[in-house]
């Protein structure tokens, strides 16, 4: 088969018909509810791995310089020498 999308999306919608044709309905509703199930299967798994991409790119690298807003900024604690004064 040929590396084209198109190409192999008709080849599934082909295969459908021909079962349709061939071994009737109710063996195309069941084979439809296999090819949907397997979709969704593989819909997850594609999710999953997309999720774990974003996850790495978000988390923060030991060697990264943290900026914070200055909403969120707080008072440096003092030195010992500025407590003894």
């Known amino acids: 088969m040929r590396d084209d999308t198109d190409a192999r999306v ?3 919608f ?3 018909s ?8 109710p063996a ?3 084979t439809l509810r296999d090819v949907l199930q397997t979709l969704g299967v593989a819909a997850h798994r594609e999710a999953e791995h997309r999720a774990r991409i974003l996850a790495e790119r978000k988390a923060p690298r030991p060697s990264s310089v943290r900026v914070t807003a200055y909403a969120d900024r ?3 604690e003092p ?3 500025d407590l003894d004064g």
């Open 10 to 12: 008709g080849e599934v």
């Open 14 to 16: 082909r295969r459908l």
């Open 18 to 25: 021909i079962m349709r044709l061939e071994l009737g309905e």
């Open 28 to 30: 195309l509703d069941r």
């Open 74 to 76: 707080r008072d440096p």
């Open 79 to 81: 030195w010992p020498e």
